[in-house]
Nanobody, 126 residues
Framework: QVQLVESGGGLVQPGGSLRLSCAASGFTLDDSTIGWFRQAPGKEREGVACISSVDGSTYYADSVKGRFTISRDNVKNTMYLQMNSLKFEDTAVYYC???????????????????WGQGTQVTVSS
């Protein structure tokens, strides 16, 4: 059974850090394009970061550049999103996603992804 299970969300003060994890089962991540998305209340889902398995390129949304880092551990079959210097506006439900058969090196479009995690809440509040 193909599954993505997220963990690591929670409540953090502004300026703090969190690391989100997304463990894959039923398939291997190393050949997949991986991405993190988020959706805040009343807002559309947006892409946060992704890594293309086609050419290894990495994308970060302008709002998180320099603060967030996407990575994967192929041995653990897990992907991560390290989030530093968190801001109020980072509050959202965060979703991991994978594209097991990427046709393009552009990892940004959400419609390219075929499996999604259940989402984990990140709340930045003082």
């Amino acid at each position: 059974q193909v599954q993505l299970v997220e963990s690591g969300g929670g409540l953090v003060q502004p300026g703090g850090s969190l690391r989100l994890s997304c463990a894959a089962s039923g398939f291997t991540l190393d050949d997949s394009t991986i991405g993190w998305f988020r959706q805040a209340p009343g807002k559309e889902r947006e892409g946060v970061a992704c890594i293309s398995s086609v050419d290894g390129s990495t994308y970060y949304a302008d709002s998180v550049k320099g603060r967030f880092t996407i990575s994967r551990d192929n041995v653990k079959n897990t992907m991560y999103l390290q989030m530093n210097s968190l801001k109020f506006e980072d509050t959202a439900v965060y979703y991991c996603a994978t594209d097991r058969i990427p046709l393009s090196s552009d990892c940004r479009p959400a419609y390219e992804y075929d499996y999604w995690g259940q989402g984990t809440q990140v709340t930045v509040s003082s």
